[in-house]
Nanobody, 125 residues
């Protein structure tokens, strides 16, 4: 059974940093693309960052240069290091995974069948 559990969200001041973690079970990292999405109430889910099965990482334009995705295969964990946070980064953040996600769909939430419960990030200005 595939499971993903996020943690690390919280309240941070603008300009600060947070690191989110996504612990996964039920699959091997080499077979699944793993992505971070975020969503504000009433808005569409936005692709933040993802790691493809070959280890290549991708970022949304709004977070390039500020966020870094990484993985620790031994711990079955994917991280999202977030620096230079602004109030526009306030959202619920979700980890997602699936196999067979093609390159053009990596930041499309519809391409993923497996989701965590989310973790809340609040940036105060």
């Amino acid at each position: 059974e595939v499971q993903l559990v996020e943690s690390g969200g919280g309240l941070v001041q603008a300009g600060g940093s947070l690191t989110l973690s996504c612990v996964f079970t039920g699959f091997t990292f080499e077979d699944y693309a793993i992505a971070w999405f975020r969503q504000a109430p009433g808005k569409e889910r936005e692709g933040v960052s993802c790691i493809d099965v070959d280890g290549t990482s991708y970022y949304g334009d709004s977070v390039k240069g500020r966020f870094t995705i990484s993985s620790d295969n031994a711990k079955n964990t994917v991280y999202l290091q977030m620096n230079g946070l602004t109030d526009e980064d306030t959202d619920d953040y979700y980890c997602a995974a699936d196999s067979g996600v093609i390159l053009s769909q990596l930041r499309n939430p519809g391409a993923y069948d497996y989701w965590g419960q989310g973790t809340r990030v609040t940036v105060s200005s």
